[in-house]
């Protein structure tokens, strides 16, 4: 009789698998052994050479699946796997030298004499095998009445399907914590979040390039995005939807486009994103501040804007550290002048000279408290805040 190997890569064989992997009984080994006709001393040594062999794959395939998780399979908003395959399927394919290698132990242990009639129909080797789901014959002698080479192959037999079912517990492990965020769209939304920084901050050169050249950034994605918000979804539910969904560079083009569209409407400059990267909130209440900076009177000697002031006003922006002090003035300068401010800045020396004496706290923690409570009290005043806020 021949038997079915055939089995559906999806989370129910998967778990069936499992209970069938922790059929160890001694009772179902020494009948299995009769039932496959695997008596002779040379024929027990094969078979106990093929699971070794066999174990060997199956523990590679584990630390491929644990290298997996641990770089972040579960956590990765867009993987390169799941475009064409479900996760079971994907992580099934990952482990198919234990899945094959394990139905044909089982088929091994299957019985070997042709069934009567005529029947086409191949019954599946899980139902059929004696460590599988088929029924066996409890035996009036124990291991230790066979011979060595006999308790040595049960032991590699027990040993493979414990390897067997560590691989599949760390499956659907897997696909249970992916299930798990597919189902809370607060969860998938943080992994969107989290992907997205990672994303933005590994394209700011092509973002920048892109803005400057005007360049066409609509895509399908985006357009089903929009579409989806018509319909009054949340982002937390797009999320859901797209979880594992996207590969790698659908992910990027969806986020490298909104936020090159994105950065067109609120007409974020270069400069600024050199500033304050990608925190469009912060641009916008840097914006708002030193628009209104006038109201704080913040005039020194000689009608400029003293350099303590600078120097708090500066750490209150919290600037990119990346970029120093210069650029942050001459931005500032710029920005101020443009916007109708009456006062003339300090030279940069006397803002470096303050900046040290922050760094040294040579400038008392309460007057920068009250500088930065002063500060957030002017952008609470005149920036109003955008639907996304709310």
Same mark, same amino acid.
């Given at each position: 009789?021949?038997?079915?190997?055939?089995?559906?890569?999806?989370?129910?064989?998967?778990?069936?698998?499992?209970?069938?992997?922790?059929?160890?009984?001694?009772?179902?080994?020494?009948?299995?052994?009769?039932?496959?006709?695997?008596?002779?001393?040379?024929?027990?040594?094969?078979?106990?050479?093929?699971?070794?062999? $066999?174990?060997?794959?199956?523990?590679?395939?584990?630390?491929?699946?644990?290298?997996?998780?641990?770089?972040?399979?579960?956590?990765?908003?867009?993987?390169?796997?799941?475009?064409?395959?479900?996760?079971?399927?994907?992580?099934?394919?990952?482990?198919?030298?234990?899945?094959?290698?394990?139905?044909?132990?089982?088929?091994?242990?299957?019985?070997?004499?042709?069934?009567?009639?005529?029947?086409?129909?191949?019954?599946?080797?899980?139902?059929?095998?004696?460590?599988?789901?088929?029924?066996?014959?409890?035996?009036?002698?124990?291991?230790?009445?066979?011979?060595?080479?006999?308790?040595?192959?049960?032991?590699?037999?027990?040993?493979?399907?414990?390897?067997?079912?560590?691989?599949?517990?760390?499956?659907?492990?897997?696909?249970?914590?992916?299930?798990?965020?597919?189902?809370?769209?607060?969860?998938?939304?943080?992994?969107?979040?989290?992907?997205?920084?990672?994303?933005?901050?590994?394209?700011?050169?092509?973002?920048?390039?892109?803005?400057?050249?005007?360049?066409?950034?609509?895509?399908? %994605?985006?357009?089903?995005?929009?579409?989806?918000?018509?319909?009054?979804?949340?982002?937390?539910?797009?999320?859901?939807?797209?979880?594992?969904?996207?590969?790698?560079?659908?992910?990027?083009?969806?986020?490298?486009?909104?936020?090159?569209?994105?950065?067109?409407?609120?007409?974020?400059?270069?400069?600024?994103?050199? %500033?304050?990267?990608?925190?469009?909130?912060?641009?916008?209440?840097?914006?708002?501040?030193? $628009?209104?900076?006038?109201?704080?009177?913040?005039?020194?000697?000689?009608?400029?804007?003293?350099?303590?002031?600078?120097?708090?006003?500066?750490?209150?922006?919290?600037?990119?550290? $990346?970029?120093? %002090?210069?650029?942050?003035?001459?931005?500032?300068?710029?920005?101020?002048?443009?916007?109708?401010?009456?006062?003339?800045?300090?030279?940069?020396?006397?803002?470096?000279?303050? $900046?040290?004496?922050?760094?040294?706290?040579?400038?008392?923690?309460?007057?920068?408290?009250?500088?930065?409570?002063?500060?957030?009290?002017?952008?609470?005043?005149?920036?109003?805040?955008?639907?996304?806020?709310?």
């Amino acid at each position: 009789m021949s038997y079915d190997l055939h089995i559906d890569k999806t989370e129910e064989e998967l778990s069936q698998l499992r209970d069938v992997y922790g059929n160890s009984e001694v009772d179902r080994f020494t009948d299995g052994l009769e039932a496959g006709r695997i008596t002779s001393e040379e024929k027990v040594i094969e078979f106990t050479n093929y699971i070794r062999n $066999s174990d060997g794959l199956t523990q590679l395939e584990y630390t491929r699946l644990k290298k997996l998780k641990d770089e972040g399979f579960v956590e990765k908003f867009a993987t390169n796997y799941n475009k064409r395959y479900s996760t079971c399927h994907m992580l099934m394919n990952k482990m198919r030298s234990g899945i094959s290698r394990g139905l044909h132990m089982l088929e091994r242990l299957c019985e070997k004499k042709r069934s009567r009639g005529n029947s086409n129909s191949k019954r599946r080797v899980i139902d059929s095998s004696k460590m599988g789901k088929g029924p066996y014959t409890p035996s009036l002698w124990g291991l230790e009445y066979h011979k060595e080479s006999v308790r040595t192959l049960y032991n590699e037999i027990v040993c493979y399907e414990r390897h067997l079912k560590a691989c599949i517990d760390l499956c659907l492990g897997i696909i249970e914590e992916v299930e798990y965020i597919r189902a809370n769209p607060v969860e998938a939304y943080d992994k969107h979040k989290k992907s997205r920084r990672v994303v933005l901050q590994n394209n700011r050169s092509v973002i920048r390039r892109f803005i400057d050249m005007n360049a066409d950034m609509e895509n399908d %994605l985006m357009k089903k995005v929009e579409a989806w918000k018509q319909e009054k979804k949340s982002m937390e539910e797009i999320s859901a939807l797209l979880y594992h969904k996207l590969d790698e560079n659908e992910y990027n083009d969806w986020v490298i486009s909104e936020e090159v569209m994105a950065a067109r409407r609120q007409g974020i400059t270069n400069q600024e994103r050199a %500033l304050w990267g990608d925190d469009k909130q912060q641009v916008m209440r840097c914006r708002t501040a030193y $628009s209104h900076i006038d109201e704080l009177n913040p005039g020194g000697q000689e009608g400029r804007i003293g350099g303590k002031f600078l120097a708090m006003l500066h750490k209150w922006s919290k600037v990119n550290a $990346s970029r120093g %002090l210069e650029y942050w003035l001459t931005y500032f300068t710029d920005f101020y002048t443009t916007n109708g401010g009456k006062l003339a800045p300090v030279k940069l020396g006397a803002l470096k000279r303050c $900046s040290t004496q922050i760094l040294k706290e040579e400038i008392a923690k309460k007057e920068i408290e009250n500088f930065n409570q002063k500060m957030d009290n002017l952008v609470r005043k005149y920036m109003a805040k955008s639907p996304e806020q709310e």
